[in-house]
């Protein structure tokens, strides 16, 4: 496995979201674009991450320059995840519903940012409708994935986000963050199990953690 650290994670999964200040806001999504088997796909989709409330499952996480990290993690919707990264990563990611905390153990070093200036708040939402989130730019079906494609300039400026799903069951299975330079970061996830008991001190941040 090659070296990951904060930086990586940073640049593509969560900062992408500060690249949007200053950014001219794109248009209202076009429904009209969308032909009705694409707009119920993306009904579809809702529905699935609506039903989830608990998750958790394993990932591996693919940064801009091939380096990978790997681990654990839970979702208790709205507004809760965390990431458990296994070594030699030395990295826990946090949010509590508001704030994400990017805990680097390596650089005893922990940054903060709002859970609705990064991705992850499409996965997170009370109620998650992707066609009042986001421009649904495509959505496609090939060798049984399901793939749609997002742009919202609050969250990604020039960048995009594209989910990527069982293409029978609807089953989430990776993420990817496109950056304004086109540099992607994505997390593939599997070996989910949903409707699990969480704890709640799991989604507790330390907010003077190294200070």
Do not use: H
């Amino acid at each position: 496995m090659t070296a990951f650290d904060r930086r990586t994670f940073l640049a593509g999964l969560l900062a992408a979201g500060a690249c949007g200040a200053g950014f001219p806001a794109l248009a209202a999504p076009n429904l009209g674009q969308m032909s009705p088997e694409e707009f119920a796909t993306v009904q579809t989709v809702n529905a699935y991450f609506n039903s989830i409330r608990t998750l958790e499952g394993k990932f591996i996480q693919t940064g801009p320059d091939g380096s990978q990290a790997e681990g654990l993690f839970v979702i208790d919707r709205p507004g809760r995840i965390r990431f458990r990264y296994q070594p030699p990563a030395q990295m826990d990611i946090i949010s509590d519903g508001k704030t994400v905390a990017i805990v680097d153990k390596k650089a005893r070093n922990q940054t903060l940012v709002f859970l609705n200036d990064t991705p992850l708040r499409f996965l997170l939402a009370q109620n998650i409708d992707l066609t009042k989130e986001a421009v649904v730019q495509s959505v496609s079906l090939a060798d049984d994935l399901l793939t749609v494609v997002l742009e919202d300039p609050g969250t990604f400026a020039a960048g995009r986000l594209t989910l990527i799903f069982d293409g029978r069951t609807v089953e989430l299975r990776q993420w990817t963050v496109t950056d304004a330079q086109g540099l992607d970061t994505t997390v593939a996830v599997y070996d989910l199990k949903p409707g699990i008991e969480v704890k709640p001190e799991w989604f507790k941040i330390n907010f003077s953690l190294y200070k």
